[in-house]
């Protein structure tokens, strides 16, 4: 995709006044602010309906840049060395003198940061002088936005610009890591967990306890597209939408599909899409055959089972 100077600028401006503006990543669309402002950010949890409650990732271009607001360790450097920037996020312990707005962190003594590798988001923060608060562009415990269609479709005239970047490449948000002692995934996301065991060369564990909740991407009911979904369904009903993990040989007009032969990184992809474009086709519910339970299929099941609990 080209890179259209005048919308970074555009979307520059709007930040410096401290205004919300709609971002492209290659995880999903964020709804991004400065996150030094409180004012900023106050607005992103007023758009979102957000619960004040619930934490933001903030984003960097580098690290030398987050210097300024957190501590590191060797696990942190090793991967980002490998694997930023893209779809991982980290825990991190704040820095006393960060400036890092309490409206973000929710008073906590740790940031989740990330580095986006969209080239136009990275444009973007190469030309402000502070990193951007960034929550996925929807209402809070909606879908996912993976187009800037997406976005005006939940935030009309709401969000003051959407700048443009295509379609999500990933589609899926990141995975959150909680890297400070004993490395923990927070959330499954775009990043699959075996591939970050290999870097690090230790065992990693989930965090599915949900006595323990820390990061709300955690909480039961999310991603929702609004209607009931079923899962692992054989049989369908009449007037559901069926949704495969690849083309069948059969076509109905209520059949949907996520990638043609199967492909866990296409279908994670269109996941999101797929579910707006169902609700938009008016079905008032959604059966899901059975996902693979393997590398990118664990978030699409993780996913899923949070979005069924409507
Ligand atoms: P999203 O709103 O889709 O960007 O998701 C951000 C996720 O990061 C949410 O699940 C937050 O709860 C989580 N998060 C943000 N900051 C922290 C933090 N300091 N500790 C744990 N989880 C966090
Ligand atoms: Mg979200």
Do not use: W
């Amino acid at each position: 995709m080209k890179i259209n100077l005048a919308n970074i600028k555009k979307a520059q401006k709007l930040l410096n006044k401290r205004e919300c503006v709609a971002i492209p990543t290659e995880t999903v669309y964020g709804l991004a602010a400065n996150a030094y402002s409180d004012t900023a950010c106050k607005k992103i949890y007023k758009l979102k309906r957000r619960p004040k409650n619930n934490p933001l990732i903030v984003h960097y271009l580098n690290n030398q840049i987050l210097k300024n607001d957190c501590n590191f360790n060797n696990d942190f450097i090793k991967l980002y060395k490998k694997f930023c920037p893209g779809p991982i996020t980290f825990i991190l312990d704040l820095k006393k003198n960060s400036r890092i707005s309490k409206i973000v962190t929710n008073k906590k003594n740790t940031l989740a940061v990330r580095f986006p590798k969209h080239p136009i988001t990275r444009n973007l923060l190469k030309n402000i002088n502070f990193p951007l608060a960034a929550p996925s562009a929807n209402v809070s415990s909606k879908i996912s936005a993976v187009s800037s269609d997406d976005v005006r479709d939940d935030f009309g005239k709401k969000v003051k610009y959407v700048l443009e970047g295509g379609k999500s490449s990933i589609g899926l948000e990141s995975t959150i890591i909680d890297i400070r002692e004993k490395p923990k995934i927070l959330r499954l996301g775009g990043l699959e967990i075996s591939v970050i065991e290999k870097i690090l060369n230790k065992k990693i564990t989930i965090n599915n306890n949900p006595q323990k909740i820390s990061s709300p991407g955690q909480f039961k009911l999310h991603y929702s597209p609004g209607i009931p979904i079923r899962l692992n369904v054989k049989k369908i009903n009449k007037k559901e939408a069926y949704l495969s993990i690849k083309k069948l040989k059969e076509s109905k007009p209520n059949f949907y599909f996520l990638s043609k032969n199967g492909n866990l990184k296409e279908a994670a992809k269109n996941l999101y899409s797929t579910l707006r474009k169902i609700k938009k086709d008016k079905y008032k519910s959604i059966a899901v055959s059975k996902i693979p339970n393997k590398g990118l299929g664990k978030t699409i099941n993780d996913r899923l089972k949070r979005a069924s609990k409507f």
